[in-house]
């Protein structure tokens, strides 16, 4: 298990990124949060499978098909057997 903190800049609030981040994420059984930052970045974190939290993290990179993203900056954290994943 391994765990990932995101942040998106760009186009990326009010295209739905949050909630087809949710979608990408259960769908591949992740754990964690998206939300968005005041600044109009949208922060993230993703846990589960080292490749499930790579793929979503490449997502981010592209995000829906209405969104424009410039940066995606990625931390890696310690995992702490989180469960489910929301919309904060």
Same mark, same amino acid.
């Given at each position: 298990?391994?765990?990932?903190?995101? $942040?998106?800049? %760009?186009? /990326?609030?009010? !295209? #739905?990124?949050?909630?087809?981040?949710?979608? *990408? +994420?259960?769908?591949?059984?992740?754990?964690?949060?998206?939300?968005? $930052?005041?600044? %109009?970045? /949208?922060?993230? !974190? #993703?846990?589960?499978?080292?490749?499930?939290? *790579? +793929?979503?993290?490449?997502?981010?990179s592209r995000g829906?098909?209405?969104?424009?993203?410039?940066? /995606?900056?990625?931390?890696?954290?310690?995992?702490?057997?989180?469960?489910?994943?929301?919309?904060?």
């Amino acid at each position: 298990m391994i765990r990932r903190r995101v $942040r998106i800049t %760009g186009h /990326v609030q009010g !295209v #739905f990124f949050r909630d087809t981040c949710r979608r *990408e +994420a259960r769908a591949r059984g992740l754990a964690g949060w998206v939300t968005n $930052r005041p600044d %109009g970045s /949208v922060a993230a !974190v #993703f846990e589960g499978t080292d490749a499930d939290v *790579e +793929a979503l993290v490449a997502w981010c990179s592209r995000g829906p098909s209405s969104a424009r993203v410039d940066t /995606v900056e990625v931390t890696d954290e310690e995992a702490q057997g989180d469960a489910g994943f929301a919309i904060l």
